[in-house]
């Protein structure tokens, strides 16, 4: 069966520090891997996400992920954040194995502090 | 374009009463989810549906949980006889192809509270 884990359940940070969210995962079948954000009182967005390809992707707003293989994971960065980037953050997993199922992780809440 | 919406967006109920929870998908995506989120907890997916096919029931915690959808559009999430930890929000997704990979689009989700 997948899984997925998020290492950290908080993470604050002060304004223009780097971050790392931190996600690894375990299946036995080949994976497509997300990260969704939500921003407080709203829903779940997609923030950027590895089908196949290059294993560094990137989201408009300036965080990557890259995936790593051989250590399943998919940490997800940002070298400088902004006030506007606290949110929790939910790694997810989609594997095609039969049926369909995507899962996710707990969610990570990044608190970005002035 | 409207986005996935589900109503209501609260929901107060006494134990053992039952729950109808509904969601309106994006128009045109053939694939819908549930999913529950307990507080403090990550996505627990619950059912999805793909155009025509039997849905993947397999997410569903017990009997008392269905999940029904017209053709490609509306869904209703029924919880029968709730109980106090059915409380949580649920949150329903949809996507346009249904196929891994496709990113899902979330709705705002409905928060149930089982007193």
């Known amino acids: 069966a997948q899984s997925v884990t998020q290492l950290d359940s908080q993470v604050p940070v002060f304004e223009e520090a780097p971050v790392e969210l931190r996600c690894n995962y375990s299946?036995?079948?080949?994976?497509?891997l997300f990260w969704y954000v939500q921003y407080p009182n709203q829903g779940l967005q997609l923030l950027l996400k590895?089908?196949?390809?290059?294993?560094l992707v990137e989201s408009i707003n300036g965080f990557e992920a890259e995936f790593n293989k051989s250590q399943t994971s998919f940490h997800l960065r940002k070298p400088s954040v902004h006030i506007s980037d606290t949110a929790e953050y939910f790694c997810?997993?989609?594997?095609?194995?039969?049926?369909?199922?995507?899962?996710f992780g707990a969610g990570t809440r990044l608190f970005v502090k002035a | 374009g409207a986005g996935v919406s589900q109503s209501p967006s609260n929901k107060v109920t006494e134990k053992g009463k039952d729950v109808e929870l509904r969601c309106d998908p994006i128009?045109?995506?053939?694939?819908l989810y549930w999913y529950r989120q307990r507080l403090g907890q990550g996505l627990e997916f619950l059912i999805y549906?793909?155009?025509?096919?039997?849905?993947?029931k397999s997410g569903l915690p017990s009997d008392r949980f269905s999940a029904e959808r017209t053709g490609e559009s509306v869904s209703t999430l029924t919880i029968q006889r709730t109980q106090q930890e059915d409380s949580a929000v649920y949150l329903c997704?949809?996507?346009?192809?249904?196929?891994?990979?496709?990113?899902?689009?979330f709705g705002p989700g409905t928060r149930l509270t089982v007193l």
């Open positions: 997704a949809s996507s346009p192809l249904g196929l891994v990979g496709n990113e899902q689009f």
């Open positions: 299946s036995s079948v080949s994976v497509y």
């Open positions: 590895y089908l196949s390809g290059s294993t």
């Open positions: 997810a997993v989609s594997v095609r194995a039969g049926g369909f199922k995507t899962i």
């Open positions: 128009s045109g995506h053939t694939a």
């Open positions: 549906f793909q155009g025509n096919s039997a849905p993947d």
